[in-house]
């Protein structure tokens, strides 16, 4: 199965910096985008960016200018650097990807492939002030 293995979470102080990994694996056929949400504790889980594999990014008002997402195609790994963290940045930081799996085994006739969203299990962040 494809999973999604986030990476990079820790404690800091505010105006620090963390930088997230997340690594997706299994039989991936094709990666079209990943990205970042986060959920603080009583909150709804919010977009913080995403990207595409050609690297096209958009992002929460909220951070941007603060947050940077690149991908790495070849690793199918997607990075969120953050600086200049505020504690209100504090949250579970899940990654997703929407990718094409392979499809194993399948109709005769279909593509071998099909498409999904997979999620990870969050990395937290915490802000201190």
């Known amino acids: 199965q494809v999973q999604l293995v986030e990476s990079g979470g820790g404690s800091v102080q505010a105006g620090g910096s963390l930088r997230l990994s997340c690594a997706a694996s299994?039989?991936?056929?094709?990666?079209?985008?990943m990205g970042w949400y986060r959920q603080a504790p009583g909150k709804q889980r919010e977009l913080v960016g995403t990207?595409?594999?050609?690297?096209?990014?958009n992002y929460a008002d909220s951070v941007r200018g603060r947050f940077t997402i690149s991908i790495d195609n070849s690793k199918n790994t997607v990075y969120l650097q953050m600086i200049g963290l505020k504690p209100e940045d504090t949250a579970v930081y899940l990654c997703?990807?929407?990718?094409?799996?392979?499809?194993?085994?399948?109709?005769?006739?279909?593509?071998?492939?099909?498409?999904?969203?997979?999620w990870g299990k969050g990395t937290l962040v915490t802000v201190s002030s």
């Open positions: 299994g039989p991936i056929f094709r990666i079209n985008s």
């Open positions: 990207i595409t594999s050609g690297g096209t990014t």
């Open positions: 997703t990807a929407d990718l094409y799996f392979h499809d194993y085994p399948g109709p005769k006739d279909g593509p071998g492939y099909n498409s999904m969203t997979a």
